[in-house]
């Protein structure tokens, strides 16, 4: 019983101490940047009705939400994304808006996984949604905003891999297909499964040069002359159409010198049916998940009653904490963090120690001292919990004064103190 009420359930954990700090602090470096773009904070509930979230918007697959119900027997979901939520409040709040809306969000989303699969079901997540801008300067700012504040984090080895789903929708809308069969090709494309997509395209009754087009995305990944190549392969108006629109991004991502931190890949088509155009994966090393999705989803604000083009993104926080504390990357964390020991005959000296440390944005951690504990017991927690400075009063006026690297070991009149 006892292992049990200290456990937690499958898919979520504690975190504290350094790790919890650092991910606060990268949240904060994140939101400052989406700040810096223009972005306003919104916050949605935890749960909403089910409907919110139906496959219809987009969202996960409705056996991996969380579904309860309250007291009118309707059903409530965690929510498992934040842009249905987003959208709703949008055309809710927002429904006579005709000029660009920017809006940043940060939070939980819940997702209920296969069990041993090691994937966490309770997810940090941060982003933002830019509205009634389908622009390709639109889609530049928001990939620029990605990288940006992954820059922001310490990452300088990242790249966003860029897809246009409208580029494989172009193509096959000419091939006169079912939709099952149009599933099955989106499948072997998405789990880049090209020689089964090759071998059942042979088994097609469709024009030769659809399925060479096809055929080709294989090969249509890498730098700006692919998108020459992805061009070539077709000669399907709504697919050249993509082709340009990708031009024109990398074009703009050029004013912001942010070239090196991208490159396409015309068989990124994942959320097919929920983005409809430009759509990017953020990558960096020693994690093998994606840290940063998003993409441009033009009709979901119209399900809500708002007919408004949407792009937006989401940081998955945790794991660009993984590729944050596997790389080394030093978050500049605040080290002005002080530990104040004295005896209770020197607490108000204590007290006004730490307020004046306070006042200056030292962190000041009072401990009255135990006879139970030893000098030594006391310094060792101070390494433990970071403290840049000890100061141990020796009395109610004079302090002895040691830094975290021991270096420094003086003893001073507190009231000559240079805080």
């Not at 200290?6 to 602090?25: A, F, M, Q, W």
């Not at 629109?245 to 010198?257: G, H, I, P």
Request: glycine share 6%; aromatic share 10%.
């Amino acid at each position: 019983m006892r292992e049990n009420l200290l456990s937690t359930p499958e898919g979520v954990r504690d975190i504290y101490g350094t790790e919890c700090e650092n991910k606060h602090l990268v949240l904060n470096k994140i939101e400052n940047v989406l700040h810096l773009y223009g972005n306003k904070d919104i916050e949605t509930p935890t749960f909403e009705y089910f409907g919110i979230f139906n496959s219809d918007k987009g969202s996960a697959p409705s056996n991996e939400m969380y579904k309860f119900f309250d007291r009118e027997n309707n059903t409530l979901v965690l929510r498992p994304d934040f842009t249905p939520s987003v959208a709703r409040c949008v055309a809710k709040y927002f429904a006579d808006e005709e000029l660009p809306i920017r809006l940043c969000y940060k939070g939980k989303t819940f997702s209920s996984n296969e069990r041993h699969h090691g994937k966490l079901s309770e997810i940090t997540q941060i982003g933002s949604e830019l509205i009634n801008d389908d622009s390709s300067a639109a889609d530049a700012e928001t990939i620029a905003c990605v990288i940006d504040s992954l820059k922001a984090c310490g990452l300088n080895d990242f790249m966003i891999e860029i897809g246009e789903v409208d580029y494989f929708k172009g193509i096959i809308e000419d091939a006169g297909i079912d939709e099952d069969t149009e599933n099955t090709i989106r499948d072997f494309i998405q789990i880049k499964n090209f020689f089964g997509l090759s071998e059942y395209l042979q088994r097609l009754d469709i024009d030769e040069n659809i399925k060479n087009s096809l055929n080709s995305m294989s090969a249509l990944f890498g730098g700006p002359e692919i998108l020459d190549k992805a061009a070539e392969s077709t000669d399907n108006a709504r697919a050249l159409e993509a082709i340009e629109r990708m031009k024109k991004v990398y074009t703009a991502l050029s004013y912001y010198e942010y070239t090196d931190y991208v490159s396409f890949d015309l068989s990124m088509i994942n959320g097919y049916d929920y983005y409809t155009g430009i759509v990017f994966s953020g990558y960096t090393y020693k994690t093998g998940n994606p840290i940063v999705k998003g993409g441009r989803y033009n009709n979901l604000l119209s399900q809500f009653g708002k007919d408004a083009p949407s792009i937006g993104f989401s940081i998955y926080v945790d794991e660009l904490m993984n590729a944050i504390s596997r790389q080394k990357i030093d978050l500049g964390s605040n080290n002005k963090s002080a530990l104040i020991i004295y005896t209770i005959e020197n607490q108000q000296s204590a007290v006004l120690l730490a307020k004046r440390l306070r006042t200056t944005g030292w962190i000041a951690q009072l401990i009255r001292k135990s006879k139970r504990h030893t000098g030594d017991e006391y310094m060792d927690y101070s390494d433990t919990y970071d403290a840049g400075k000890v100061y141990i009063l020796s009395d109610s006026e004079t302090v002895r004064i040691i830094s975290a690297d021991r270096s420094v070991d003086e003893e001073k009149s507190i009231k000559d103190l240079d805080i």
